[in-house]
């Protein structure tokens, strides 16, 4: 079955840097990678998505790669700041009956003032 | 997300009780999910139901039901055959499961053992 790889698990930028969290997935199939930003006892929040049919997507500080050729999609956050800091999750789909989501393991970021 | 709502928030099992955790949604979504997350790990597919009367299990259902008896709701019942239920449950549903919908998640409910 599908399996995601998430790196790193920990990430510490100074503010105003610039910060990427990288996925690779197992099935060639998948076509939809979402990305969650979960904060403390929270609920994950869709950031971002992106399906297989386009290569970037942006949205202000906030884009998605995604490289099908090497099965790997990337999140970039520039401009970091404080309030960015958070657990954050890739996840894929196939898009096939069940669009069950598998997810990363996670990536905790922290933006030091 | 404020359509999607569990309850209890947290939520403690005695040795050999089952405990109902709820979920309900009133944004008209056709699927439904539930997800269990254990610390510094990733969320893993317990249940999920794509319509009215219908629900497959995910990854890891044993000890673990469910029903969807109605469109807004979605209950999970940790029975006393899960021998490790400490877990932070999320809930989640998209608008169908006919084109890959972004999921929106609940609060969750943290569940623990007296």
């Known amino acids: 079955g599908e399996n995601v790889e998430q790196h790193p698990s920990t990430l510490s930028v100074q503010e105003g840097d610039s910060a990427v969290i990288k996925c690779t997935y197992s099935d060639s199939a998948s076509n939809y990678f979402p990305w969650y930003k979960q904060e403390l006892g929270k609920r994950p929040q869709l950031i971002i998505d992106i399906r297989s049919n386009v290569g970037e997507k942006k949205d202000q500080r906030i884009a998605v790669t995604l490289n099908k050729t090497a099965k790997h999609f990337s999140l970039h956050i520039t401009e970091t700041q404080p309030e960015d800091s958070a657990v954050y999750f890739c996840?894929?789909?196939?898009?096939?009956?069940?669009?069950?989501?598998?997810f990363g393991s996670g990536t905790r970021l922290l933006v030091r003032p | 997300d404020g359509g999607i709502t569990q309850s209890p928030k947290y939520l403690f099992r005695k040795e050999g009780q089952n405990v109902t955790l709820s979920c309900e949604q009133n944004l008209n979504h056709d699927a439904m999910y539930w997800y269990r997350q254990d610390p510094g790990q990733g969320l893993r597919l317990i249940y999920y139901?794509?319509?009215?009367?219908?629900?497959q299990k995910g990854d890891i259902a044993e000890g673990y039901s469910v029903s969807r008896e109605k469109k807004e709701s979605f209950p999970l019942t940790v029975t006393s055959a899960q021998k490790n239920p400490t877990a932070f449950y999320l809930c989640a549903s998209s608008i169908d499961s006919g084109s890959n919908q972004p999921q929106h998640f609940g609060d969750g409910t943290r569940l623990s053992i007296l």
């Open positions: 139901s794509q319509i009215v009367n219908d629900f």
């Open positions: 996840a894929a789909s196939k898009g096939d009956s069940s669009y069950k989501l598998i």
